[in-house]
T-cell receptor
Framework: GAVVSQHPSRVICKSGTSVKIECRSLDFQATTMFWYRQFPKQSLMLMATSNEGSKATYEQGVEKDKFLINHASLTLSTLTVTSAHPEDSSFYIC??????????FGPGTRLTVL | QKEVEQDPGPLSVPEGAIVSLNCTYS??????FMWYRQYSRKGPELLMYTYSSGNKEDGRFTAQVDKSSKYISLFIRDSQPSDSATYLC???????????FGKGTKLTVNP
């Protein structure tokens, strides 16, 4: 199988707080994981590529100091949204690369910033 | 022109119909082509994965890639209400792990 989990599935926080989202590959190891955000009725937009043991690669326009990514092990990557604001409210989805070019997605995390 | 174009629909069909979904793209370097199904408020689920041109069949699903026309399709036979979801095409270049997605087509199969 190829199962990817995310935690939490839903989070509501106050403006100015930081939120951490975990992405785990449960039955395989992933040297590369990806973080996406998806607005309603829009496609997935790649935010960053997370590589185990090295710094993440951010897409143009994504603030690396705001969206902190840590890929501490072959099965875990975390995304921390720092000093969250209402415009950061979105659906955040991670994926893990199993065999190169084949990505398996987590169930997503719905972030609402009040 | 966007790299990947996909008609967002919505597309509504009766149960049992054959559904045709498609995407066009502009980057001739794309070699890997995928179709994902995404239910509301869930992460995308990989349905079909093909390399280069040709057809691939899996149960009721058939994926076709025509690289000469830069056109890919997903066919769903004997569609079921449980197929109601948003279908996203995605593609990548050889040697790149970065996926480029279409906007997704929202499909509703009516009982």
């Amino acid at each position: 199988g190829a199962v990817v989990s995310q935690h939490p599935s839903r989070v509501i926080c106050k403006s100015g707080t930081s939120v951490k989202i975990e992405c785990r590959s449960l039955d395989f190891q992933a040297t590369t994981m990806f973080w996406y955000r998806q607005f309603p009725k829009q496609s997935l937009m790649l935010m960053a590529t997370s590589n185990e043991g090295s710094k993440a690669t951010y897409e143009q326009g994504v603030e690396k100091d705001k969206f902190l990514i840590n890929h501490a092990s072959l099965t875990l990557s975390t995304l921390t949204v720092t000093s969250a604001h209402p415009e950061d409210s979105s659906f955040y989805i991670c994926s893990a690369d199993k065999q190169g070019n084949e990505q398996f997605f987590g169930p997503g995390t719905r972030l609402t910033v009040l | 022109q966007k790299e990947v174009e996909q008609d967002p629909g919505p597309l509504s069909v009766p149960e049992g119909a054959i559904v045709s979904l498609n995407c066009t793209y502009s980057n001739s370097a794309f070699q890997y082509f995928m179709w994902y199904r995404q239910y509301s408020r869930k992460g995308p689920e990989l349905l079909m994965y093909t390399y280069s041109s040709g057809n691939k069949e899996d149960g009721r699903f058939t994926a076709q890639v025509d690289k000469s026309s830069k056109y890919i399709s997903l066919f769903i036979r004997d569609s079921q209400p449980s197929d109601s979801a948003t279908y996203l095409c995605a593609m990548s270049e050889s040697g790149s792990e970065k996926l480029v997605f279409g906007k997704g087509t929202k499909l509703t199969v009516n009982p």
